[in-house]
């Protein structure tokens, strides 16, 4: 029997191998999970446990490993692999990173940092082009945790991802707590960058912990790093709402990728995900039957 | 002004290396941008060793975790993922692991390591239906030695110097003595394993042989000489009923025009 409902209602959490078990066997009260495809090419005992939870759940599916803004080009037999788990479980969404992880057949297991110009820009669109072709499907271009930018680049991180979205009419995932963290350790505000995107592009939200570090960079000052090893911050939640009012309800995803807690923890954030949405647009929703 | 390959490589050597010296002119962030890089030169090097530990427990309480840490950063330095599967990662670190300073007292490390690779990927799989031993009865023994079997996903087969089979299960087990005295002498270990569950079975030279050269794509005739060439009395339709009712057989391949069963 195949999933009827292929939309995505209220808010998702990331399915880790740690809580799988538990979740076929109990099957939690949630609207959707996120896999990344990677945790599950190499293990077909967790791939047939996924594609037993794709008939009772909608499935997103988030690249971590096809690396669209590597000069060296997408790994075909990759995008081939990630193929064939996407035909299986029929994922509803299917995103990835503006980042860079592959050099010359080394894989690197981080998301880095590219320029914001026009090679790379001409670069990732069609490296874009290529993954939709490859997949069969839209992909959501996710906006990442910057810790560093480069002195090379002639436009910012917001008027980037609108070119791209021109150029390759794919969608944008807007990582809110990437937002604010970035936001803060480049000097930027954040509300301006959720102002600057493409509202219409936005298929996808992100919400997931970072924690807090001495910034060698500027001693004395904090940098916050993209660990998704803890709950989510309350100016992440904050940005969550405005975005929320900006964009309108999305498809909202809670990430936890270290120090996995129980699988309670990730459902209780994904429930005030969804009360946090609705007190956002609640106002709205007045005025608008006020009108 | 520095070309995206440049940019690239110059980074991919500072998160791999450390040497961050040809890419922090170019960054800007804070006041000292380059000192930010050690959060990625962290993630790469952190994730694969922390992945590397999880792959290697046993190992690591063989030759104590300190050991096994700085043998991972080194190798994570020297040689990187070649894919994004980081489950894939780390099969040639057994071998690494026993070039290491210090490994020469412990002549086993690299099969026990080998062992608990292999325990890792037949966990994993996913068995299939087998061919039944009626099935087989029905297969003209004329053609037989010319079929190819194909065996479940969660087979491997292993030869070894030292019972690294029994310390594995005294790990396992949680069992191991204060002090153990090891003996080298030649065992052939099968591995099998599927969806969470896995065992280890020490076999005889020949039965082992045979096995290891049918999941190798030999066919049964040439699987069964080499069998007898380990050991002269091996008995090839014993060890093949052996196959079949152990559950290991998923098809059967006949002849030249590989008709399957």
């Known amino acids: 029997m195949r999933l009827k409902q292929r939309r995505l209602h209220g808010a998702g959490v990331g399915l880790r191998l740690p809580h799988i078990a538990e979740v076929v066997a109990t099957r939690p009260p949630i609207g959707w999970f996120e896999v990344h495809p990677?945790?599950?090419?190499?293990?077909?005992?967790?791939?047939?446990?996924?594609?037993?939870?794709?008939?009772?759940?909608?499935?997103?599916?988030h690249t971590v490993g096809v690396s669209i803004g590597s000069l060296s080009g997408i790994d075909r037999s990759h995008l081939k692999r990630v193929r064939a788990l996407i035909d299986m479980v029929d994922p509803i969404l299917v995103s990835g990173h503006l980042a860079w992880s592959t050099?010359?057949?080394d894989y690197l297991n981080d998301l880095l940092p590219l320029p914001y110009d026009e090679e790379a820009l001409q670069l990732l669109a069609a490296h874009i082009h290529e993954v939709?072709?490859?997949?069969?499907?839209?992909?959501?271009?996710?906006?990442?945790?910057?810790?560093?930018?480069?002195?090379?680049?002639t436009m910012n991180e917001v008027d980037f991802l609108g070119e791209l979205v021109r150029l390759t009419g794919c969608q944008l995932l807007c990582d809110l707590s990437n937002v604010h963290l970035s936001a803060h350790n480049m000097?930027?505000?954040?509300?301006?960058?959720?102002?600057?995107?493409?509202?219409?592009?936005i298929?996808?939200?992100?919400?997931?912990?970072?924690?807090?570090?001495?910034?060698?960079?500027?001693p004395g000052a904090e940098l916050l790093v993209d660990t998704h090893a803890t709950v989510v911050a309350e100016p992440a939640w904050d940005l969550y709402a405005y975005a929320i009012r900006r964009f309108g309800p999305k498809p909202t995803l809670i990430e936890w990728d270290n120090n996995i807690p129980p699988l309670a923890i990730l459902l209780g954030e994904a429930a005030r995900a969804d009360e946090v949405a609705a007190q956002a647009i609640a106002p709205e929703a007045r005025r608008a039957a006020a009108r | 002004m520095p070309l995206l390959?440049?940019?690239?490589?110059?980074?991919?050597?500072?998160?791999?290396?450390?040497?961050?010296?040809?890419?922090?002119?170019?960054?800007?962030?804070?006041?000292?941008?380059?000192?930010?890089?050690?959060?990625?030169?962290r993630q790469y090097e952190t994730s694969l060793v922390?992945?590397?530990?999880?792959?290697?427990?046993?190992?690591?309480?063989?030759v104590g975790t300190p050991f096994v840490v700085e043998a991972a950063t080194r190798f994570v330095r020297e040689r990187p993922p070649n894919a994004p599967c980081i489950a894939e990662y780390g099969g040639d670190f057994p071998s690494y692991l026993s070039t290491c300073p210090?490994?020469?007292?412990?002549?086993?490390?690299?099969g026990f390591a080998q062992l608990e690779w292999h325990l890792g990927h037949v966990a994993v799989a996913v068995d299939c239906t087998a061919v039944t031993l009626r099935e087989f009865s029905r297969i003209d023994v004329d053609v037989l030695p010319e079929a190819r079997l194909t065996l479940q996903a969660g087979l491997r087969y292993l030869p070894a110097s030292w019972p690294i089979d029994n310390l594995m299960k005294l790990y396992l087990t949680n069992t191991a003595p204060d002090q153990l005295s090891l003996a080298r002498c030649d065992v052939w270990i099968e591995i099998r394993g599927a969806r969470g569950e896995f065992q280890i079975n020490r076999l005889e030279a020949g039965e082992f042989t045979f096995r290891k050269a049918v999941l190798e794509g030999r066919s049964i005739g040439d699987a069964a000489e080499r069998a007898m060439e380990s050991n002269a009395a091996f008995e090839p339709g014993r060890a093949l009923a052996a196959l079949a009712t152990d559950g290991l057989v998923t098809a059967i391949t006949l002849g030249a025009h590989g008709d399957k069963s």
């Open chain 1, 38 to 61: 990677e945790n599950f090419l190499a293990n077909p005992h967790a791939t047939e446990l996924l594609s037993e939870l794709s008939q009772h759940y909608p499935i997103s599916v």
């Open chain 1, 103 to 105: 050099h010359a057949g």
């Open chain 1, 132 to 153: 939709q072709e490859g997949l069969g499907r839209p992909y959501l271009v996710e906006n990442p945790s910057s810790y560093v930018g480069f002195g090379m680049s």
């Open chain 1, 187 to 201: 000097g930027y505000d954040a509300y301006q960058y959720i102002d600057g995107l493409p509202a219409d592009a």
């Open chain 1, 203 to 218: 298929g996808e939200l992100h919400l997931g912990g970072f924690t807090y570090e001495d910034d060698e960079a500027n």
């Open chain 2, 5 to 41: 390959a440049d940019t690239q490589r110059r980074l991919r050597r500072a998160v791999v290396t450390g040497d961050a010296a040809g890419i922090e002119r170019l960054l800007v962030g804070g006041r000292r941008a380059g000192k930010r890089l050690a959060i990625h030169q």
């Open chain 2, 50 to 62: 922390t992945a590397l530990l999880g792959k290697f427990p046993a190992t690591a309480w063989l």
């Open chain 2, 102 to 110: 210090g490994a020469e007292r412990v002549p086993y490390l690299q």
